[in-house]
């Protein structure tokens, strides 16, 4: 018995079958006041409501599915739904990474939104065997999957025709990330994305840490969709993956966001172009002491609450708008990188 919880079962049995709880404790290596704690339950549904949000969503942690009691308009301790977890065994189990550390950073960062999209291919397969390849595409400032498309395979000119829709639709960025596929550097496709002004950025062979955000969409997309769903046949899959790709956007709090969804995030910084307020999309926090922070209504102390955007949302906006409002700097910037 390892853990203090198995430990204060088994003093529980010793005292039942005759043991003072003196001695139980001091067997079990526990102290009495340990062993005579009851935990007081409340009796709100929070922890009920915890434990749904994490069979509903199997592989978020206790921290996003805090974020999502939040979006809710409960006001939870972080500490108790780590605590329910615990206790419920609900903790997600993740297989540690070797991580090789290199030093540098990673080349033509993107400052603002629309300036860096990232591309980049997901396989997986049907119960019947039918081959699944996925083409991920998405905005590396603020985090939205802008297309999943499916097929059973990729030419060059496809891949054109879907970067085709999403210009028309999104605008051009000012690069497009990606590794040295053959449906990537495909001559024909260089000399179109040339035509339209997006420059292409390739990183080098095995260096997968210079294309982070492709990488770790595609780690959260076999996460939580591919390895949670088994497709009977290829339209099925397309259909399954949409659907996700969707309640990415638009429900699943990121923590690189400040826990806003991706969408909201976008907006948020549409709006502050435009002037507007941005309206936040968690409460209050009232024990959040943030700069940004207004004071909390009718309470007497100190703290402030949380009001969103966070301190991180707030200091990717800060930098959104100085490189908006300066466009030739990272241009320039990421043209001498490009020429080292």
Same mark, same amino acid.
């Given at each position: ?173 000012? !690069? ?40 770790? !969409? ?46 909201? !995030? ?75």
């Amino acid at each position: 018995m390892n853990g203090a919880s198995q430990r204060k079962e088994g003093a529980a049995y010793l005292t039942a079958t005759g043991f003072s709880q003196r001695r139980a404790s001091r067997v079990m290596g526990l102290s009495r006041s340990y062993v005579r704690y009851t935990r007081r339950v409340k009796l709100d549904g929070v922890d009920e409501r915890i434990v749904q949000l994490a069979h509903a969503n199997p592989r978020y942690g206790h921290r996003r599915v805090w974020a999502l009691l939040r979006r809710l308009q409960l006001l939870v301790n972080l500490k108790r739904v780590h605590r329910v977890f615990k206790v419920h065994g609900l903790q997600v189990r993740r297989r540690p990474k070797k991580r090789l550390r290199t030093g540098q950073t990673v080349p033509m960062k993107s400052g603002y939104p629309n300036q860096v999209w990232s591309y980049d291919f997901v396989h997986d397969s049907c119960l019947n065997g039918d081959v699944v390849k996925c083409l991920t595409l998405t905005d590396e400032f603020t985090k939205e999957a802008l297309t999943i498309e499916v097929a059973s395979s990729f030419k060059a000119e496809e891949v054109m025709q879907v970067l085709k829709r999403l210009f028309q639709t999104r605008g051009w960025p000012g !690069f497009l990330r990606s590794d040295n596929g053959p449906e990537f550097i495909a001559h024909d496709l260089q000399v179109w994305l040339m035509a339209t002004g997006a420059q292409t950025f390739y990183i080098p062979p095995g260096s997968p840490w210079a294309n982070g955000v492709a990488e770790s !969409f595609n780690s959260k997309f076999r996460d939580e969709c591919l390895n949670m769903e088994a497709f009977s046949s290829l339209a099925e899959a397309k259909v399954v993956i949409e659907a996700w790709r969707c309640r990415y956007n638009q429900e699943r709090p990121h923590s690189s966001l400040g826990y806003l969804t991706p969408t909201e !995030f976008r907006c948020t910084i549409e709006l502050a172009q435009l002037g507007l307020p941005a309206s936040g999309a968690l409460p209050p926090d009232p024990r959040d002491l943030s700069l940004w922070a207004p004071p909390v209504e009718g309470n007497t102390t100190t703290e402030k609450a949380r009001a969103f955007p966070l301190a991180n949302t707030v200091r990717c906006i800060s930098e959104a708008f100085a490189a908006l409002q300066n466009p030739a700097t990272p241009a320039l910037h990421n043209q001498a990188t490009c020429e080292a």
